[in-house]
């Protein structure tokens, strides 16, 4: 009985190491791009390129492998991506920008995950893995936002407006413990430092990052730390920031 008792106490004290050798995840969300039928009678057109927020992502990705989450490492990469928008967007140009997007999971070895809808990203994020033991390490927002809100198809179904979305209100949603103490939260679209930001830290006890003023996608990273034909976003705002 003895024998028994001190077995089964060693079995305890190995669970906690058995529960962090499964990793945790960084989790990149991508929306997607408007339709050219409407965006090109305006000014200032948005996507006039239709990758902008999945090369961002890439791009992130391969600085990702390059230094603290390597192929073969306990920790995952996983790409959330608004799976609708491309359709469409390929439709209109004549391209399978959905084979083209399998590109990025084959080349990085990362998890690709399509959705449709904000509820869709809300249960990936409590629960696409087991959060008590896979903590989320980074979260990170590649799209269109407002002050209030994840726009994941702006401009794409509708002109100028959206059906797929994250709204501030919604964060109480998600967990309190999704996310590890030291994690790296922010959404590279424009404005959520202006309110969004203060709401998620709110619902989760996490900052995330976010701009005050327009960000932009346009600019390009030429050999980079060897990385080629890259996207980092930048605030385009006269005055622009980064808050938390």
């Known amino acids: 009985m003895r024998r028994l008792f001190l077995l089964l106490l060693f ?5 906690p190491v058995a529960a962090q050798a499964q990793g ?8 997607g791009p408007s339709l050219n039928k409407w965006e090109k009678f305006k000014a200032e057109p948005h996507d006039v ?4 927020f999945v090369r961002a992502a890439r791009t992130r990705i391969e600085q990702l492998r390059r230094s ?6 306990a920790d995952t990469i996983t790409m959330l991506v608004y799976r609708k928008g491309y359709v469409t967007r390929g ?18 070895k990362i998890n690709l995950v399509w959705f449709t809808s904000g509820g869709d990203v809300f249960n990936y994020v409590n629960g696409g893995k087991p959060r008590s033991v896979n903590k989320i390490m980074g979260f ?26 994250w709204h501030e209100d919604e964060l109480v949603r998600l967990g309190r413990t999704n996310f590890t103490r030291d994690a790296i939260i922010k959404s590279w679209g424009c404005h959520t430092g ?32 060897g990385i080629l034909n890259g996207i980092i976003p930048t605030l385009s705002s006269s005055g622009g920031r980064w808050t938390d």
Not at 11 to 15: D, F, I, M
Not at 68 to 73: A, H, K
Not at 97 to 105: A, G, H
Request: with cysteine.
């Open 194 to 225: 202006e309110s969004m930001s203060q709401k998620f830290y709110a619902a989760t006890g996490s900052k995330m990052i976010g701009a005050i003023g327009k960000t932009t996608y346009t600019s390009r990273i030429e050999n980079q730390d």
């Open 91 to 108: 439709q209109q140009d004549g391209r399978d920008y959905i084979s083209l997007i399998n590109t990025v999971r084959d080349t990085y």
């Open 49 to 52: 390129f239709w990758g902008s």
């Open 24 to 31: 945790r995840e960084y989790i990149l969300l991508v929306g």
């Open 140 to 165: 990170e927002f590649y799209g269109h936002s407002n002050a209030k809100c994840f726009m994941f198809d702006y401009s794409n179904e509708i002109d100028s407006c959206s059906k797929s979305w």
């Open 68 to 73: 603290t989450i390597p192929v073969g490492s």
């Open 11 to 15: 079995l305890l004290c190995l669970l």
